[in-house]
Structure formats: structure tokens, C-alpha cells
């Protein structure tokens, strides 16, 4: 299932200059990835206008933008200063690996002893073992590190206290 990264009403603007793209800005709530040029590609809708396999490109200091081209803007009717409405997705592809509670208890569950550790700590070292998962750069460390913790749980059922995460 496609995740949805944007549903706003944004207002397009156009790079100064000579031959200055058009381009809709997204908002601070939609990050750069940490990819190669911080590039990633989106799929979604622009208006009623379907969109397939775009790239969204960074503008610095974390922030995204969406190229519309002069094609696309004489499709929607549209220029730099007109609103549109921009609804866009992660390709499937690209989509980043999301940890949830109930992911990782499911993860803890088949691993002997882990989850039942997991429960008796504080509501809150439960919660930053989730976040430390969830903030490994890439997939492959999110289910490394989850791997860890399962291990980790597991060896200390008895006294889980002390199987704190990292700080």
C-alpha cells in the first residue's frame, strides 16, 4: 500500500532568472531522504491531473520541491502564483521501511521470552527501543537493530531493567 507523503493545497513559485523553473515547494513536514542528491520518487495527482513516476528534487537545508514543467502547466491551466492541489506518494519501491508498536511487539513475539521482557519495562524505555529502531538510516539497519533487541530481551528475562536502550 502506497504511502501517502502530501494532501495540501500549495501554491506554485518559480526560480528567479532566466528560464527559472516552475516548481510546487512542499511543506517542512515532507523530508529530504537521505538518498543521492536527496532525490525521491513520488507518484500522485496534481489537481485532477494523474502523476507517474516523478522525482521530487531537494531546494537545501531539507526541503523538497516538485518540477512543473511547461507541459504539465498548460495541462492544469496553471502558472507560478496559481494554487493547486498536490496529493503524492512514495513509489512502492522507494517507500522507507515504517516501525510501529505493534510491528515490533510482533517481531518481539517470535523470539522466546522478548516480548514478555518488553512489557515489564517502563512505558517509556519501550517506547525509545521503538525509536532507536525506527531511526536507523536505512531499512537494513532498522531490522538489524530489531534483530538485536529480540536477542537482547530475550537474554534478560528475569531482570529486564537492565536491557535499556541506547541513549
Known amino acids: 500500500m502506497p504511502i501517502q507523503l502530501l494532501n495540501a493545497l500549495v501554491t506554485l513559485a518559480k526560480f528567479s532568472g532566466k528560464g527559472g523553473w516552475t516548481y510546487a515547494p512542499l511543506p517542512t513536514q515532507v523530508t529530504a531522504p537521505n538518498t543521492y542528491f536527496n532525490k525521491m520518487r513520488v507518484s500522485g495527482s496534481i489537481d485532477d491531473l494523474a502523476l507517474e513516476n516523478l522525482h521530487l528534487m531537494s531546494m537545501g537545508q531539507g526541503r523538497l520541491f516538485l ?17 493547486v492541489r498536490l496529493v503524492l506518494f512514495h513509489a512502492e519501491e522507494d517507500a522507507p521501511l515504517l516501525v510501529s508498536t505493534d510491528d515490533f511487539e510482533e517481531c518481539l513475539a517470535g523470539v522466546a521470552g522478548a516480548l514478555e521482557s518488553y512489557k515489564q519495562l517502563p512505558l517509556s524505555a519501550q517506547h525509545a527501543w521503538v525509536a532507536w529502531v525506527a531511526s536507523a538510516p536505512t531499512d537494513q539497519q532498522k531490522v538489524t537493530r530489531a534483530e538485536a533487541v529480540c536477542t537482547r530481551l530475550a537474554l534478560c528475562p528475569h531482570n529486564p531493567t537492565h536491557c535499556l536502550p541506547p541513549v
Open 67 to 83: 518540477p512543473v514543467n511547461a507541459a504539465l502547466r498548460n495541462q492544469l491551466g496553471k502558472q507560478a502564483g496559481d494554487t
